[in-house]
């Protein structure tokens, strides 16, 4: 393993305080408000160890959505919520054994699902108090102190990740760690994945990474992996832009519980509108045939 050049200037164990720009340190980024930050999630690598769950709970001290078993699956948080701000999915193939695995993770496949922070965020768009705003370093977050609970932005979000608190009628979801980067950290469920199927970086390099990473594995045999999230790629989302926290997947996005082609709320005002209106009208005409014909009888 290389490490940073850094990594001479700390040799002790203890310190007394905060290492500046640790995270040049632990993912070889320096934090630089302006820029364009992210997550690229390789789902090839990840083991379902769960630490990233963990790890986010800990450092938001979200409490546990749920102690017991789903009974749909290993997995006993079963979605993103307003306490659960990363979620890893375990998705069970069919018809695969021990004994005859394809290329890959063989008969599982598991994602660490987590807030997109879209370009063109849809929750952004639908609420009416300014609580989402952009940061300096292009992610999404919720001011719980500008919030009024109207969970205008619950379903404008095509993935089902903004969810309402009931312990304060609040909107919840992942800053990105938003704290930490301000400190020069690295969000925390990266920095305890062991594996690094979840990457923390600036948006570009990512994306440039990810794309070697494809390219590897179609050498490899797996021609199935591919990019969600990501513009010109076969799992581009749309409008939405680019996504700051992207995956790379091997079965459709269906499978992962991941919209195939999301879409904005605020595009379909207007047609809505216009049905709307058209239906109303339709029902005045009839109204006035009808009275119409009653008069002329």
């Not at 310190?15 to 930050?37: K, Q």
Request: hydrophobic letters at 35%.
């Amino acid at each position: 393993m290389d490490m940073h050049p850094r990594a001479l200037d700390h040799p002790e164990s203890e310190f007394s305080g905060p290492i500046p720009d640790e995270s040049e340190l632990t993912a070889g980024v320096l934090i630089v408000p302006g820029r364009s930050y992210g997550f690229f999630t390789d789902t090839t690598v990840c083991i379902g160890c769960k630490a990233c769950e963990v790890a986010c709970k800990e450092w938001n001290n979200l409490p546990a959505d749920n102690l017991g078993l789903t009974g749909e699956s290993y997995d006993n948080t079963g979605a993103l919520s307003a306490n659960t701000w990363r979620h890893v999915a375990f998705v069970e193939g069919e018809g695969v054994r021990a004994t005859q695995k394809p290329p890959g993770q063989g008969g599982w496949l598991m994602l660490s699902d987590v807030c997109k922070h879209c370009h063109n965020a849809p929750c952004m768009e639908a609420c009416p108090t300014g609580a989402l705003f952009k940061t300096e370093f292009d992610t999404v977050v919720v001011q719980q102190d500008i919030c009024n609970g109207c969970g205008y932005c619950v379903p404008a979000c095509p993935f089902g990740v903004v969810d309402l608190s009931l312990l304060d009628g609040k909107a919840h979801k992942c800053t990105l760690c938003y704290d930490r980067l301000k400190g020069g950290l690295e969000p925390a469920c990266a920095k305890s994945c062991p594996t690094d199927s979840i990457q923390f970086g600036e948006l570009p390099v990512l994306q440039e990474r990810a794309r070697e990473r494809v390219a590897k594995l179609h050498e490899q045999g797996v021609t199935s992996a591919y990019l969600y999230g990501v513009p010109d790629s076969p799992g581009a989302t749309g409008d939405l832009g680019h996504l700051n926290a992207f995956f790379l997947l091997t079965e459709a996005p269906e499978v992962y519980n991941l919209p195939r082609a999301p879409t904005r709320a605020s595009r379909r005002v207007a047609p809505a509108l216009v049905s709307g209106l058209l239906t109303v009208a339709g029902f005045a005409l009839t109204a006035l045939v009808a009275f119409g014909r009653s008069r002329d009888e």
